[in-house]
């Protein structure tokens, strides 16, 4: 049974189970701000931008620099000139609301800045029954309120879970969205070509199917499907310097990773993976197979590992073309939620990773450069919170 990858990291914390049973214990009450901390490359400064939100879970940066935040409770919220405004964003979606369940990404269309149409991805219920998927909803943002919404994606992954749902979004250079869709711990979903569970979806701007799609013409495959094998995703990012498409997700017990995406290719789960089942025995005796794309990276023992995002900003120019990921593992010292800055070679082969925010010790759900060059994270909290991390002159 051949182990070795590309690299592998072992984090010095408590195994965590990344798809469910996540240490929930509540995170001790943010400091007082400023706060500042020492990293590799610079001393940070942290700064509040705003609390009491509901498990804050994306970050979207509008033309004039303000920013909307989605909550899993089902609310869009605006945070005007530093402000967040107290009435929420009007014309969301009624949300399923579950453990993992609620309201989840916010995207913008590649022209916002003339047409204001955004898209949210959620946990859509269903009548009369206790079942569940995830949709994807598009509108138009008309000053403080959502106009024309409907869903231009509904998944076929109905379920009575409550996990796994996915959700995490990103534009291509070719204009096509890019969405992931979680197995809802229900894992055969994964292979399974005719439920989108376990799957990376491609789509056109309207929701309709693009014509290159991997699979168009296959009658076994749905025509949505771009990539499968997937767990449970959590962050979604194009490479800005390689264009390609990195995903991130949680492993059972151990076993996070980040792949890089291709066309029709086939990620493992659950056929072969780094992690355990939640009894501690392995889930699949393989960690790699025939036909099968091995993770990029992983981690043993889970980070609980979160949202994805590339540096290019100028106020941290040393961290230029590094990877940022969240992680939400709560538990003992000295590992606690935080993020990690993951550096690479020239030619790509990642180097080092570097925890930040470690002492602030709390769940980090999202983490995305601004566009004044700043970091922005959400924490995992009810309530939770926009933090705003910049250099210290």
């Known amino acids: 049974m051949k182990k070795h990858l590309t690299i592998s990291f072992?984090?010095?914390?408590?195994?965590?189970?990344?798809?469910v049973a996540q240490d929930f214990r509540a995170a001790p009450p943010l400091p007082d701000f400023p706060q500042h901390y020492q990293t590799t490359e610079y001393e940070i400064q942290v700064d509040l931008v705003a609390d009491g939100?509901?498990?804050?879970?994306?970050?979207?940066?509008?033309?004039?620099?303000?920013?909307?935040?989605?909550?899993?409770?089902?609310?869009?919220?605006?945070?005007?000139?530093g402000q967040l405004e107290q009435i929420p964003v009007g014309g969301t979606p009624e949300v399923k609301i579950t453990v993992l369940g609620g309201l989840l990404d916010v995207l913008l269309h590649p022209d916002f800045a003339s047409n204001?149409?955004?898209?949210?991805?959620?946990?859509?219920?269903?009548?009369?029954?206790?079942?569940?998927?995830?949709?994807?909803?598009?509108a138009r943002l008309n000053a403080d309120t959502l106009v024309g919404l409907e869903d231009i994606f509904v998944?076929?992954?109905?379920?009575?879970?409550?996990?796994?749902?996915?959700?995490?979004?990103?534009?291509?250079?070719?204009?096509?969205?890019?969405m992931t869709i979680g197995e809802r711990q229900e894992e055969a979903r994964a292979q399974d070509m005719m439920d989108h569970g376990g799957k990376?979806?491609?789509?056109?701007?309207?929701?309709?199917i693009p014509t290159d799609n991997p699979f168009i013409g296959n009658d076994e495959v749905l025509p949505e499907i771009f990539a499968y094998g997937i767990r449970s995703p959590q962050g979604l990012a194009f490479n800005p310097r390689t264009g390609e498409l990195w995903e991130n997700e949680h492993g059972p017990l151990g076993g996070d990773e980040i792949n890089i995406i291709k066309a029709g290719k086939n990620y493992g789960w659950p056929l072969a993976t780094f992690g355990?089942?939640?009894?501690?025995?392995?889930?699949?005796?393989?960690?790699?197979?025939?036909?099968?794309e091995q993770p990029f990276m992983y981690w043993i023992p889970s980070i609980a590992i979160s949202g994805m995002s590339f540096y290019t900003g100028d106020a941290f120019p040393n961290w230029q073309g590094n990877a940022f990921v969240g992680a939400m593992v709560m538990g003992r010292t000295p590992m606690t939620g935080h993020f990690q800055r993951i550096t690479f070679s020239d030619e790509g082969v990642p180097l080092a990773r570097e925890p930040i925010l470690v002492d602030l010790h709390q769940r980090i759900r999202d983490v995305r450069p601004g566009p004044d060059g700043n970091?922005?994270?959400?924490?995992d909290q009810n309530p939770g919170a926009v933090l705003k991390v910049s250099p210290v002159e």
């Open 10 to 19: 072992l984090i010095l914390s408590l195994f965590s189970f990344s798809g």
């Open 155 to 178: 998944a076929n992954s109905w379920s009575q879970s409550p996990t796994n749902f996915g959700g995490r979004m990103t534009f291509g250079d070719d204009g096509k969205l890019y």
């Open 116 to 138: 204001r149409i955004l898209y949210l991805s959620y946990a859509k219920g269903r009548e009369n029954d206790n079942l569940s998927t995830t949709a994807l909803a598009r």
């Open 200 to 208: 990376v979806i491609r789509l056109n701007d309207d929701g309709s």
């Open 375 to 379: 970091l922005y994270v959400l924490t």
């Open 53 to 81: 939100l509901s498990n804050p879970w994306s970050i979207a940066f509008l033309p004039d620099g303000d920013m909307l935040v989605t909550e899993r409770a089902g609310r869009l919220r605006l945070i005007r000139d």
């Open 276 to 292: 355990l089942d939640y009894d501690g025995y392995p889930f699949s005796e393989e960690t790699e197979g025939e036909g099968l």
